[in-house]
């Protein structure tokens, strides 16, 4: 009797008390269910929903998550340019998936002078940056007609001015393991010339004439017969712009690609420009970078 008394009286304090029922939250969901959702998203949203719990946390450090941000041929990659590395005695196979992808990111200057640059946009696509002085220019090195000019406004620290001349040919060509998937090429050009004073930024273009008179003409071709060109006359002055030549395919293999900018009408000099950089990035990404590197 008293024994049965005695478990009433448990059984009430049990029912009677504060605690609940057992709650279950998401950080008890099974870290391989987190990692699957998180393909998903994009690196950015995987980064900010990685502070949600520590399970989170940990299953946005999976390689499962990463291996489906990288490219396709991110293994090419690794092989064929070594200064994705720390050191020499580093190996890819001791690099998670996601410091692959984060070395990927950054830019990875290659070639023997090191006037070229690849990286990794966040939302995906292999992009590669190549400097003037990686072209063959028409008088380049006589300084009547060009100079070279330091300058933070370039990825390569320098950009070449051109004063006056009579023709314009810029020739330059790449071969690149890109991924598979369509890109666009563009020139980075501005008419005028920019410095610095007292920090604001000030544009001189009063060497700029000769451009509104007959266009430029862009072309590209790749070695396996693709071609597209382009014309522009060029009158906008001040900023930066980004002229777009045309799109190429690239299948699974090493691309061969050449460029080039020329304006060889000798009935009148043109000056005042501003050559920088060529650019080949992924053509669904092409609008909205080509937007911002606009900017100045």
């Known amino acids: 009797m008293g024994a049965t008394i005695s478990g009433l009286v448990d059984h009430e304090k049990l029912t009677s008390s504060n605690i609940g029922p057992l709650e279950t939250g998401l950080g008890d969901l099974p870290e391989n269910c987190i990692a699957l959702v998180l393909t998903h998203l994009d690196p950015i949203e995987i980064c900010k929903i990685s502070r949600v719990s520590r399970t989170f946390h940990q299953a946005s450090l999976t390689d499962l998550v ?24 580093e190996d890819s196979c001791s690099l998670t998936k996601k410091e692959i992808f984060v070395r990927l990111c950054r830019p990875n200057h290659f070639g023997s ?16 940056c190549i400097s003037w002085k990686e072209m063959k220019i028409t008088g380049i090195e006589d300084r009547r007609y060009w100079t070279h000019v330091s300058s933070d406004e370039s990825r390569f620290n320098t950009f070449a001015f051109l004063k006056q001349i009579w023709w314009v ?13 369509n890109y666009s090429v563009f020139f980075r050009l501005q008419l005028g010339k920019t410095s610095r004073r007292l920090g604001r930024r000030i544009c001189t273009v009063d060497q700029v004439h000769g451009w509104n008179i007959k266009p430029v003409q862009f072309q590209l071709s790749t070695s ?18 980004n ?14 690609l050449k460029f080039s900018m020329t304006q060889i009408d000798c009935t009148h000099t043109k000056g005042g420009l501003c050559l920088d950089s060529v650019l080949i990035i992924p053509a669904h990404i092409g609008p909205k970078y080509v937007n911002f590197l606009n900017c100045t």
Do not use: H
């Open 243 to 256: 002229y777009y030549v045309g799109d190429f395919v690239v299948d699974s293999m090493t691309t061969k």
């Open 169 to 181: 040919e810029v020739e330059g060509n790449l071969e690149f393991e890109f991924p598979a998937g």
């Open 66 to 89: 990463w291996d489906t941000k990288l490219p396709q041929n991110y293994q090419i990659l690794l092989r064929n340019y070594k200064n994705l590395w720390s050191n020499a005695s």
């Open 224 to 241: 396996n017969g693709q071609q597209a060109s382009a014309q522009y006359y060029l009158n906008e002055a001040g900023k930066w712009i």
């Open 113 to 128: 002078s090191n006037y070229k640059a690849f990286w990794m946009e966040k939302n995906g696509g292999i992009c590669v």
